[in-house]
């Protein structure tokens, strides 16, 4: 199978669980008690204007006709209106996930560039100091909340040191008109990144952690390979059995836990933006819990799913391009 | 997902090829007691478990003894055990105890005096001593862990059996819910879950067990396609047992091992969800203390009153490296490949 069918096969597989998520949402926002149009009317608002919008958002309709009416508009791409935004949801979305996924990507890089050399070094030098040290540092990782990582870093680095901001994340992307102190491209994109450091690293440290982690194990699995130790008696270098031999075949674990760490980014991205009050996807699902807005939880949730979804995707396609052995029909 | 489902908890399960002498709970046991760091986890957790317990026993006597006349415009939880033999953790009518620094700080850089022994750790934004909410805080971060773990290791443990028990379209259904389950992010997941159900910690753990099933169904399923070859099953099968009989007594007691490494390795990573979800408001209710909803309290007065925001982190942090520590010791004691 070529790499075209492939990648379609495992686009349609998706399909049912992206159609699965869009049911446990619909019918979990219908389960929430409580009344969207008296948020929107205030306390006690007319049965006239009551019944209007009602009518307006398609309220009125019995509940399987509201989910099968929704399913055909969200394959149209249509996820209604935000009853209190009064914006249809993939604009507010739009809107929110670049700020999000500028978070994700740099918490995942971060994750990854600290976490590759950090794990092989620590299988390298298995029970050295540096080995414990870095076993340790991966052992705080994944038992420290994150959103605390984020209090802390904003008490070191913006209140005692006055390093970098604590609030607001801005793209590298914006114009240099709308970011205030900044005359240019550069002058933004520094700004960015100094926004930048603090989120990354409060939502980067869990995947870190989980990363060096595995890595470490996968490293130590395959350094003790038959293929391995026939280098080694062969008089090839460590370093060069690290990087010729092992590196590739030690990947492949990490690249799966990529794909299923995501989920949990996901989720921490709505503590982080919380922390350091930014206007991502996380805080756009929370607020939108919070004035049951129920169009704008669904197509929030749906989109996290649709990323996490294709994340996996993604990771699922990128074996091959690590393990020459994984060919796209399963058979070696 | 096929491709991915289960590998990266494949790489860590003792494999197949295991002898036999180095499986049962006894073996473990004796392999847990030679690692120095599983006994430093065993250590933190008995300690933190011993005090969850203090803590619930007062409210048990809490509710006996206590006097909800006098106390009922403090609009504190009261703690009767800590009324009595430690600190005096009642509001200040005054108001001359909040935000008051613990008692390292003794300079004036703080807006108040500085820290008493009265109130080792300072106290909160309502006067309320911080070491005593620290203490009670325990009892909801292991009720909610443990409570939470065992609801998706039930549920999931029977998802994950039937399904690889019975393959075939039984399986495919199964297995593409708990992909979907697993593919909202735990934390949106539970907050839907308890907008529409009520902000209540038991929803809270109800919620947080219903999205975590996936991770024990996974590790179930692949256990039992390997069990499920097994001659013992066929066996039992050709004698005429019941499949859910053979379910329940051969297959599942046979995948114990990795299930036991990742029930604790969750309640762990349970407990950082639950901080989470009260951390945005969505755990314990106010007055009954947990950490997370410390954290976010202290949140508005932690510029400059850092102090506030560091003990429920490190409590929080110690229980899951307690957690993580123990669960890394069953599974390198149960996982043959590790040891030399």
């Known amino acids: ?332 | 997902m096929a491709t991915t489902t289960g590998s990266s908890l494949d790489a860590d399960e003792s494999g197949p090829e295991q002898p036999e002498a180095r499986v049962g709970l006894r073996y473990t046991l004796s392999q847990v007691k030679r690692d120095p760091t599983a006994l430093v986890g065993l250590g933190i957790i008995v300690f933190m478990t011993l005090v969850a317990l203090v803590g619930f026993v007062d409210g048990v006597l809490f509710d006996f003894l206590g006097d909800f006349d006098t106390f009922a415009n403090m609009g504190v939880h009261q703690y009767v055990l800590a009324e009595t033999f430690w600190v005096n953790p009642v509001n200040d009518p005054g108001n001359a105890q909040i935000l008051r620094p613990p008692v390292y700080l003794t300079n004036q850089l703080y807006p108040n005096e500085a820290g008493t022994w009265a109130h080792p750790l300072g106290t909160d934004h309502r006067g309320r001593d911080i070491l005593v909410r620290l203490f009670y805080g325990t009892r909801i971060a292991i009720t909610v862990g443990i409570v939470s773990t065992g609801i998706a290791l039930i549920l999931g443990t029977l998802v994950g059996a039937v399904a690889g028990y019975y393959g075939g379209w039984i399986d495919d259904a199964l297995m593409r819910g708990s992909e979907t389950l697993y593919a909202i992010p735990f934390l949106i997941l539970v907050i839907a879950f308890m907008t529409a159900f009520g902000q209540k910690l038991t929803y809270a753990m109800i919620g947080v067990g219903i999205a975590t099933i996936p991770t024990f169904a996974r590790l179930i399923r692949s256990r039992v396609l390997s069990v499920r070859e097994e001659d013992f099953i066929e066996a039992a099968r050709a004698a005429g047992v019941r499949d859910r009989d053979i379910i329940l007594r051969h297959v599942v007691p046979n995948s114990f091992a990795p299930v036991l490494v990742q029930a604790t390795l969750q309640i762990g990573v349970n407990i950082l969800i639950i901080a989470g979800l009260s951390f945005l408001g969505y755990g314990a209710q106010p007055p009954t203390p947990s950490w997370g909803q410390m954290l976010s309290n202290s949140r508005q007065y932690m510029l400059p009153n850092a102090w506030f925001s560091i003990w429920p982190g490190i409590a929080i942090l110690i229980t899951v490296v307690g957690f993580n520590l123990i669960g890394d010791g069953l599974r390198d004691a149960l996982d043959p490949r590790i040891n030399n």
């Open chain 1, 1 to 332: 199978m070529g790499r075209l069918r492939y990648t379609i096969s495992r686009l349609l597989q998706a399909v049912p669980v992206i159609v699965g998520v869009i049911t446990i949402t619909f019918f979990l926002t219908d389960a929430i008690p409580g009344d969207p149009v008296q948020i929107m009317l205030g306390p006690s608002p007319s049965a006239q204007q009551a019944a209007a919008i009602r009518a307006k958002f398609g309220l009125d309709r019995p509940l399987y006709v509201r989910y099968f009416s929704y399913l055909a508009s969200v394959v149209q791409l249509d996820l209604g209106t935000s009853i209190y935004y009064q914006v249809p949801v993939t604009q507010k979305i739009m809107e929110r996930l670049p700020v999000t996924m500028y978070l994700l990507l740099a918490s995942f890089t971060f994750a990854l560039v600290t976490a590759v050399p950090l794990g092989i070094v620590s299988a390298q030098r298995r029970n050295e100091p540096t080995d414990h040290i870095s076993r340790v540092v991966a052992l705080f990782g994944v038992s420290t909340p994150s959103f605390w990582i984020g209090l802390m870093l904003i008490i070191i680095f913006s209140f005692w040191l006055g390093w970098l901001p604590s609030t607001n994340i801005v793209l590298p992307w914006t114009g240099p008109a709308n970011v205030g102190g900044a005359s240019n491209q550069l002058e933004v994109i520094i700004k960015s990144l100094q926004h930048l450091i603090m989120p990354m690293i409060t939502l980067g440290t869990l995947q870190m952690a989980a990363f060096t982690r595995i890595e470490r194990s996968s490293m130590l699995e395959v350094l003790g390979e038959e293929y391995v130790k026939l280098a080694r008696a062969y008089g090839v270098s460590e370093s060069k059995i690290v990087r010729k031999h092992a590196f590739r075949n030690a990947q492949l674990p990490l690249i799966t836990l990529v794909g299923l760490q995501l989920t949990s980014a996901l989720g921490g991205a709505v503590l982080t933006e919380t922390v350091f009050s930014i206007n991502g996807m996380g805080r756009l699902i929370i607020t939108a819990v919070q004035n049951q807005d129920y169009q704008l939880i669904m197509g929030t949730t749906l989109v996290f799913g649709l990323v996490f979804v294709i994340g996996v995707i993604i990771t699922d396609l990128s074996y091959a391009y690590v393990d020459p052995r994984v060919s796209f029909d399963g058979s070696e």
